[in-house]
Structure formats: structure tokens, C-alpha cells
């Protein structure tokens, strides 16, 4: 099976960076994609990571590396509309093409 | 991106009844999902509903319990049966871009109270 670990809260000021950690266990996967989920809210798809290294798109980028099993997600210039859940999930081909959620972090943005 | 639909929005519902739950997407599609999530929880994967199979469940997720139709591109239900306490949840439905499993968009979601 997979499992993916996120921290549970974090906490920033407006304006400041920060970054939103995942760590996972899995037989194999094809990449690692980020959602954000406000209160009340659909999740929505932000980035994905098909291969090692930076994906950037405007202020959210995010990063892979599959010899550590780690991945992040890295917030910008962060604003109060910022302040969500956000989930890493694992692409799986293996039992059919889907996708395996983590645990999810609610971030915090105050002033 | 797809626009997605479902009906109801939430619905208080006693033990023992079942419950249709109805995803509308405005555009085809091949693969569409449906998943669980408890208020902040993650996310937990009870089918994909891909149009012209059967739907394919997860461990944990049985089809006399959660039955799926898929009668076209655009369209799915998912029914929750003999309902207790334990099925209250948020049901969402989602769809992949294309053949992009891993660029989903999701339904606002289904809010179900078991009484």
C-alpha cells in the first residue's frame, strides 16, 4: 500500500514563504500532485511533479525527489485568501491509474 | 477544466434508508471518481467509475453497500445503502483531464448526515 505523511498545521505571516512537506511510502507511483481545499470547499488541483526536481507555476511551486520520498510544496508572497488545507497525492498505476491523498496540512496565514 | 455538478448539496437521512447521490459533468469524460472525506480529513478513494465497465472498488468499499451506475460521459451516481451513523460524510465526485489522472476536478460535494 502507500501511505504519505504531512504535517498537520502550519502557521505564516502574510507576505511570508512558506513550505508544506510530504513525506511517502509506496511500491511505486508516476508522480506527486498538490491540491488546496478551503473550509466548505471542492478540492482544487494546483501542481504536479512527473519528475525530480522544481515545478513552478506563479507563486506555488513544487518539488520531488524520489530517493527521499519527499515532496513540498512551496508557497509565495503568501496571502490571507492562502489559508486552506493542501494535500499531496500520489499517482498509482498499480490496482488501476488513481490517486492516493495524504494526510493534508491546514495552513494558517495571519497578519 | 470541467464544471461539475452534484445533487443533493447535503441531506439528513435515517439509518437503515439509502441514499442516491447524482455527479453531473458539463463535459465527457472517461474517468470519474468518487471519494470520502470526513470534515479535516483527507481524502478516501471508494471507486472509479470509468463509462462502459463495471466500477472498480477500493479495499474497504463494497458494491452492495455503495452501488455506482455510469450511464454515459457525462453523468454518475453513487448510492449509499443501508445507511448508519458511521457513512455520515462529505461524498465527492471527481473526474481526470483527459487521460491526467493526476489533474482532477472535483465536485462541490455532498454533505450526509446519518441519524
Known amino acids: 500500500g502507500q501511505s504519505l505523511e504531512q504535517p498537520s498545521e502550519v502557521t505564516a505571516v502574510e507576505g511570508a514563504i512558506v513550505q508544506i512537506n510530504c513525506t511517502y511510502q509506496t511500491s511505486g507511483f508516476y508522480g506527486l500532485s498538490w491540491y488546496q481545499q478551503h473550509d466548505g470547499g471542492a478540492p482544487t488541483f494546483l501542481s504536479y511533479n512527473a519528475l525530480d526536481g522544481l515545478e513552478e507555476t506563479g507563486r506555488f511551486s513544487s518539488f520531488l525527489s524520489r530517493s527521499d520520498s519527499y515532496g513540498y510544496l512551496l508557497l509565495q508572497e503568501l496571502q490571507m485568501k492562502d489559508s486552506a488545507s493542501y494535500f499531496c497525492a500520489l499517482g498509482i498505476t498499480g490496482g488501476g491509474n488513481k490517486l492516493t491523498f495524504g494526510t493534508g496540512t491546514q495552513l494558517k496565514v495571519e497578519l | 477544466s470541467a464544471v461539475i455538478s452534484q445533487k443533493p448539496s447535503r441531506d439528513i437521512c435515517q439509518r437503515g434508508t439509502s441514499l442516491t447521490i447524482q455527479c453531473q459533468v458539463d463535459s465527457q469524460v472517461t474517468m470519474m471518481f468518487w471519494y470520502r472525506q470526513q470534515p479535516g480529513q483527507s481524502l478516501t478513494l471508494i471507486a472509479t467509475?470509468?463509462?462502459?465497465?463495471?466500477?472498480?472498488?477500493e479495499s474497504g468499499f463494497v458494491i452492495d453497500k455503495f452501488p455506482i451506475s455510469r450511464p454515459n460521459l457525462t453523468f454518475s451516481t453513487l448510492t449509499v445503502s443501508n445507511m448508519s451513523p458511521e457513512d455520515s460524510s462529505i461524498y465527492l465526485c471527481s473526474v481526470a483531464a483527459g487521460t491526467r489522472v493526476y489533474e482532477q476536478y472535483f465536485g462541490p460535494g455532498t454533505r450526509l448526515t446519518v441519524t
Open positions: 467509475a470509468n463509462q462502459g465497465s463495471e466500477a472498480t472498488y
